[in-house]
């Protein structure tokens, strides 16, 4: 449930930290761990990416800090972040780290966690609905599927990725989910296409997982980049690339042809 990690008890009148994933911005993927964590808070601070819209009435008693962590954005450095966590800490308050998602999966979340260590202050971690699993699932899209996939990989497109990177993703042949990867977009869809990917094989974006504005965009490998300068994909998105993609749901596909499109890759299994 929740990793609970002290080296050093903390000196007498030290508040602690909690790191809590907050999903993927819809309120009701919190975890109940999460829910508690806010309602006992004295300092949240909160990135951008979590689910902040109701963060005063799920943590009443807290003063909110806004550190509005997003792609290329950082208000507040990292270090500065980790300076207000520990300050507050030390001033004997309960802190919460709201982050998006899961605080293991890009989330710079260790590094926290080692900054409270360095400075013996008691740290748990609470896992949280990564966006890496639930934006894709809310276009329908499943990861894994018997037949289709039976591996994926999750990849951070903050930096471009090595041809060795490149080549192991497109020998693997599994389903590959790129989180900050509109910026990289170009050098990620080429790559693959010259380590041997085929050029249809079929591409998502979804830009703004569980809000109103969610919008799913299906492209191909060859033709992703035209598609998606076409449409004005921003971040955030997520970006899913494999066959698992033909199993997305749009307005204008009926659960006969899902069905259909599944069993299709059952019967070669
Ligand atoms: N720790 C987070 C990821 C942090 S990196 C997690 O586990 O989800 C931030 C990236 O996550 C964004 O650039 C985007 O790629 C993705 N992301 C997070 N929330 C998202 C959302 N609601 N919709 C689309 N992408 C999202």
């Given at each position: 449930m929740t990793a609970q990690s002290s080296p050093r008890p903390g000196s007498v009148g030290t508040g602690s930290v909690i790191l809590v994933g907050g999903g993927p911005g819809a309120?009701?993927?919190?975890?109940m761990a999460a829910v508690t964590a806010l309602e006992q808070a004295d300092v949240v601070l909160f990135d951008?990416?979590?689910?902040n819209d109701d963060l005063a009435s799920l943590a009443p008693?807290?003063?909110?800090?806004?550190?509005?962590?997003?792609?290329?954005?950082?208000?507040v450095s990292q270090t500065g972040i980790e300076g207000l966590m520990v300050e507050h800490a030390l001033a004997g308050q309960r802190v919460v780290r709201l982050k998006g998602g899961d605080p293991y999966v890009f989330g710079r979340g260790s590094e926290e966690v080692l900054a409270c260590h360095r400075n013996g202050i008691p740290v748990t971690v609470i896992s949280g609905v990564t966006s890496a699993i639930a934006v894709p699932a809310a276009a329908g899209i499943p990861l894994?599927?018997?037949?289709?996939s039976h591996a994926f990989t999750v990849i951070s497109g903050h930096a471009p990725l090595t041809d060795n990177e490149l080549e192991g993703l497109t020998l693997l042949g599994s389903t590959i989910v790129v989180l900050m990867g509109v910026g990289t977009l170009p050098t990620f869809s080429q790559g693959l296409l010259r380590h041997g990917m085929s050029a249809g094989m079929p591409v998502a974006i979804i830009?703004?997982?569980?809000?109103?504005?969610?919008?799913?965009?299906?492209?191909?490998?060859s033709t992703v980049l035209a598609d998606a300068a076409a449409a004005g994909v921003r971040s955030p998105a997520?970006?899913?690339v494999g066959e698992v993609v033909r199993l997305a749901f749009s307005g204008d596909t009926s659960a006969e042809e899902l069905v259909a499109r599944a069993a299709a890759f059952e019967e070669t299994d």
């Open positions: 309120v009701e993927l919190l975890t951008r990416l979590a689910p008693r807290a003063i909110l800090i806004d550190v509005g962590k997003r792609a290329g954005n950082h208000p894994t599927h018997r037949g289709i830009e703004r997982g569980f809000s109103a504005t969610q919008r799913t965009t299906v492209s191909t490998l997520v970006l899913v």
